[in-house]
């Protein structure tokens, strides 16, 4: 008999420690640190300052993009517009503030100027994209795709206007220097991405909003039946993933030096993978903006060292999306379970 409990004891430990990995707020950055500890070996480079500044580097402006699709990931909703945004924010302003024959080349409001104009065009796609969801009732995936799919043609459309290149370039050094400057020895871009994470966590965690928020996401009849008011607040998720992802456009064109419309094509798949993998829930509802910044290490931190193993771009997409697939699937686990407590 008591060989018996003692079995059973054994193998509740086990249990236990799986429910409280799977269920814990830092499994992601458990699983990072494990698996940098595995890849270590096969490329010591990996732990050298020079790859750990490129790491930092390329997380930055991903966390913003990634921050702003976690609000509208916790009210059920999903953008892919996203990257249309970066593209069509990043021509916008360099139009403004270009020295080959800018709106504004050459005043003292040319950078200013630039970035409100990438900031509202981030805003309007945002405005849109919520208008449709929330007051023409249509499904977030096929909003946010045909968006994507007009502006990222608008985008090269408004470049071709501009200039008889691919892109716009002479921008101005006061400019340049965000994506690629510091202050205090601290790269700009990373104060940029603090004051926005630290500003979306204590939206989320600390106001009326970031409530109706989860609230919208658990379940938008009982929100509504509660008095929150579901349209305004699902059309805010939209308006602050726009914003998120103008102010990433306005890194990533500091740190290319140039305006163009195929900026952040590729990074779709990062953007979201990174969200669900640091374990905001596909399903609304659940999500904080610490997740992300643990989802958007993990990705990073897998693409790199893959790049550096010397895969084919094929294999790192196949195996990234093997990753979020994963992901996806534990969130379901999470989800069965949490609904069995």
């Avoid at 249509?138 to 892109?167: C, D, N, Q, R, Y």
Wanted: charged residues 10%; hydrophobic residues 55%.
């Amino acid at each position: 008999m008591s060989g018996l409990l003692m079995a059973g004891t054994r193998s509740a430990g086990p249990r236990r420690l799986l429910r409280h990995l799977l269920f814990s707020e830092y499994l992601v950055l458990y699983l990072s640190v494990a698996y940098f500890a595995a890849v270590v070996p096969f490329v010591p480079q990996m732990a050298s300052a020079e790859v750990m500044r490129n790491i930092l580097s390329d997380m930055l402006p991903l966390l913003v993009v990634a921050i702003g699709q976690t609000f509208v990931l916790i009210v059920a909703g999903i953008d892919l517009s996203v990257t249309s945004i970066i593209a069509m924010a990043s021509v916008a302003g360099a139009s403004v503030m270009t020295g080959d024959g800018g709106y504004l080349a050459g005043s003292a409001l040319a950078v200013p100027g630039a970035m409100l104009a990438m900031v509202a065009v981030g805003l309007a796609i945002g405005a849109f994209n919520g208008f449709c969801v929330t007051r023409l009732g249509m499904p977030p995936f096929i909003v946010t795709l045909t968006t994507m799919m007009f502006f990222s043609g608008a985008a090269i459309w408004f470049t071709t206007f501009h200039t008889e290149t691919s892109s716009i370039a002479n921008l101005p050094h006061g400019f340049v220097v965000l994506g690629q400057g510091n202050l205090g020895g601290v790269p700009n871009a990373l104060w940029v991405v603090a004051a926005v994470g630290i500003a979306a966590h204590l939206v989320l965690a600390r106001t009326a909003l970031g409530r109706r928020l989860y609230a919208c996401g658990q379940n938008r009849n009982a929100a509504a039946v509660s008095g929150v008011p579901v349209a305004r607040v699902v059309a805010a998720a939209f308006l602050i993933s726009g914003a998120c992802a103008a102010v990433a456009s306005i890194l990533y064109t500091g740190r290319l030096q140039t305006g163009t419309p195929i900026l952040g094509q590729t990074i779709l798949l990062d953007v979201i993978g990174a969200v669900v993998i640091g374990g905001t829930s596909l399903f609304g509802g659940k999500g904080k903006v610490l997740w992300t910044v643990f989802g958007v290490l993990f990705l990073v931190l897998l693409d790199t060292s893959l790049k550096m193993l010397g895969m084919s771009l094929f294999s790192v997409f196949a195996i990234k999306g093997a990753v979020i697939l994963l992901a996806a699937v534990i969130d379901a686990v999470r989800t069965r379970f949490a609904a069995r407590l």
